[in-house]
């Protein structure tokens, strides 16, 4: 028997689809990426892009059109709305949440599939988070260490998709690291809508962020391979100095952070509903420079927010300016389905939006650049991510994330660490030398 996934949307439903390829395999399914040969078909959708959800309902078209000829069964799970949820009910022959995936043996099993683990699933009430995931990489990893969001920012379902924040036990989470180190893994990041609210929700009983993150750092000083671990995304409102303090205190928390700004004017952050003022911001990227010097720091930043006013715009203009990001993803405002914003006017042309976006990318391009020129000469750790097709070059990422690319002929080196000197910086990324 074959199965075929389709994955959608974020780094979150990626990580999802690593649980549900065990789950799968497990009962003894193999993967194939042939639509046409597969007996099970499903998607891990995501309702926050509407172009998503579109593509689930072409593929479910033309899936249930094969039903006339053979037998199989769809499924959708995911990331999904209420209101989608309901409309695949009728599509789909299953729908389920991806914390009910351990379930899969026994819902398929319904339509007179036995395998092996349906018949023993009543032995082994496995929870998700037990479920050992299928690592899509042999050297980098992530580990969801928290699920769903509190915030309700206005432009953002996935308060409603994904529901209340929910932290895995830590023990988990540890033991999970463990396994990845014990198999090599380099690169390995905590995952989470909002990943530094971590024990929030379990105040008194369970680690805060700061203390995960120590527990972290001790087993990297107690390690004698190197890895380098990150975590994304957090929420500047719970961005506290104690986890930046950890972070600079041990050397396998790898020195960059992803702090989403979204707006440099605090009316349009207020109507966002981030709950943390410019000044506030600022504040945490002083204590990143003070404590982490060397540190990468990379955005998010929304343009064109309904009603957003050329002042305003230029409030994150300045602010982007000012605080000399390494990596900026900059998104030209557009509403989406499910989210509180969606019912306001989406006001600001898309000329306008698309002038906002490009200010924005050649201030940021500007202050990466200026980072990476600092880097020439430097030998610096990489990771070996890639190479190029005819096996001369080699891609990588420096600690802070930073593309560098370098010649390198003979043995395979994907997934090692190695010296790379920096010889030219290309503006957001780097050209180096390897050192042996
Ligand atoms: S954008 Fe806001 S509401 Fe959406 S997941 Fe992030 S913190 Fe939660």
Redesign the pocket.
């Known amino acids: 028997m074959k199965y075929y996934v389709l994955t959608l949307g974020c780094q979150m439903n990626i990580s999802d689809s690593e649980r549900l390829k065990t789950v799968f395999d497990h009962m003894g399914f193999v993967q194939t990426e042939l639509e046409e040969e597969a007996d099970i078909l499903g998607v891990v959708a995501c309702s926050v892009r509407q172009k998503a959800i579109d593509k689930v309902h072409s593929r479910i078209h033309l899936w249930n059109k094969w039903k006339k000829d053979r037998n199989i069964i769809t499924f959708a799970t995911g990331c999904l709305l209420p209101a989608d949820k309901k409309k695949f009910l009728k599509s789909f022959d299953l729908v389920f949440e991806t914390n009910d995936i351990a379930g899969l043996p026994e819902m398929i099993s319904q339509y007179g599939i036995v395998t092996p683990a349906g018949l023993n699933h009543h032995h082994e009430q496995k929870e998700f988070w037990d479920i050992d995931p299928s690592y899509n990489s042999p050297y980098e990893a992530f580990i969801p260490i928290q699920n769903g ?1 509190d ?3 206005t ?2 379902a ?2 409603y998709t994904r529901g209340r924040e929910v932290s895995r036990p830590s023990d988990e989470i540890l033991n999970e690291l463990d396994r990845l180190l014990d198999r090599g893994y380099k690169s390995i990041t905590l995952l989470g ?2 990943v530094n609210s971590y024990g929030l929700d379990k105040t008194g009983n369970e680690l805060s962020f700061a203390q995960l993150l120590e527990k972290v750092g001790e087993k990297g000083d107690q390690s004698e391979k190197p890895f380098w671990v990150y975590f994304t ?1 957090p ?1 500047p409102r719970d961005m506290t100095r104690d986890v930046l303090e950890v972070m600079s205190r041990y050397k396998c928390l790898a020195k960059q952070v992803h702090l989403p700004l979204q707006s440099g004017d605090n009316e349009i952050l207020k109507k966002m509903n981030r709950k943390y003022s410019l000044e506030d911001y600022r504040k945490i990227i002083l204590d990143i420079r003070e404590l982490m010097p060397e540190a990468t720091i990379f955005t998010d930043i929304i343009v064109g927010f309904t009603s957003e006013s050329d002042e305003q715009f230029e409030n994150s203009r300045r602010a982007l300016a000012e605080f000399h990001y390494n990596m900026a993803f900059i998104a030209a405002y557009s509403p989406r389905p499910g989210a509180a914003s969606a019912l306001w006017d989406d006001d600001i042309s898309q000329e306008i939006k698309k002038e906002r976006l490009h200010i924005l990318s050649d201030v940021f391009i500007k202050s990466a650049g200026e980072f990476n020129e600092k880097l020439v000469g430097r030998k610096i750790p990489v990771l070996i991510t890639g190479r190029s097709r005819d096996g001369k070059k080699y891609s990588g990422l420096t600690e802070g994330k930073i593309n560098i690319q370098f010649p390198g002929e003979g043995e395979d080196r994907i997934g090692q660490f190695h010296q790379v000197k920096v010889c030219e910086s290309t503006g957001l990324s780097l050209t180096g030398e390897l050192v042996l």
Do not use: E
């Open positions: 969001c915030k309700f920012c432009y953002c996935v308060p809508q909002n995304s929420h």
